[in-house]
């Protein structure tokens, strides 16, 4: 489960930390998308992890989605850098039978912008996850929009990995959670390289030329929810507004699985 951080780190001290509201004159071009003939939906789900997680934080979601009759399968990022996660996404799409339908969280929406270029997925789920422009890291793409309110929920270590802290864990990351499922996803976090957000750098944005639906998570603490409507408009997604933290996948799994589903039935395959 990753998070849009403005990250207050020695390491990072070359970052701005107050960011700047996007100016709308030098805002970049919404997503134009051609209309492919019509199609019959998909069968395939591929979901990618955020920071911070492991693909073990859609195990509300699998169960709903397997019950609708799709096949499902969750990837397991490294979160070392955004190459590294990309060839793991790949390798995933390339083990499924038919085309997919891929979906992002939090940084895992850098992942699947750039991973959904493969000709394998007809389209994009995003929630409460990152659509970076070309050119883009993570970091810049926060810079349209104030910091978040769980902007300081991060901590370095001597490697040059991240962490949540762990009152940024339970009053930011996933504050609707009961206790003891905030303390689960402290207590088994995975650590994320910080030159992931900083330096890593979008090529080709794959919601330039893919069908895309968005959840908004209008309780984030950790990506600004204006920032969320933002990137919905800009890739021309499909949006559905949860009143959610940071993971609605874990405090509204239903409604999630329900709006990927949908997603699923409606995407058109070349």
């Not at 096949?71 to 590294?84: C, E, G, R």
Request: charged fraction near 15%; hydrophobic fraction near 50%.
């Amino acid at each position: 489960m990753l998070a849009f951080p403005q990250i207050a780190l020695a390491a990072l001290a070359a970052l701005p930390l107050t960011l700047s509201v996007l100016n709308p004159a030098a805002a970049p071009s919404v997503a134009t998308i051609t209309a492919p003939p019509a199609g019959t939906g998909v069968k395939n789900i591929v979901l990618v992890h955020g920071a911070f997680a492991d693909g073990s934080s859609w195990a509300k979601v699998i169960p709903l989605l397997e019950a609708k009759g799709y096949h499902v399968t969750a990837v397991q990022n490294p979160l070392t850098s955004l190459a590294d996660d990309v060839a793991a996404t790949k390798r995933t799409i390339a083990l499924q039978n038919g085309p997919v339908l891929l979906v992002g969280h939090s940084w895992g929406g850098s992942v699947i912008t750039e991973a959904g270029n493969d000709a394998q997925v007809a389209g994009l789920v995003y929630v409460a996850a990152a659509a970076p422009e070309a050119g883009q890291t993570f970091v810049d793409m926060t810079q349209a929009a104030a910091p978040p309110l769980g902007a300081n929920s991060f901590k370095p270590d001597a490697a040059g990995f991240l962490s949540l802290t762990h009152e940024g864990t339970l009053n930011d990351f996933a504050q609707d959670l009961p206790l003891a499922e905030r303390e689960l996803i402290y207590a088994t976090q995975g650590p994320w390289a910080s030159s992931a957000p900083t330096k890593d750098k979008i090529s080709t944005p794959a919601w330039k030329t893919k069908p895309s639906w968005y959840i908004v998570a209008s309780e984030d603490h950790m990506i600004n929810p204006d920032l969320e409507r933002m990137l919905a408009k800009r890739i021309n997604a499909t949006t559905l507004v949860l009143k959610s933290s940071h993971v609605p996948m874990l405090s509204q799994p239903a409604k999630v699985a329900a709006f990927i589903s949908e997603a699923a039935e409606k995407v058109v395959v070349k």
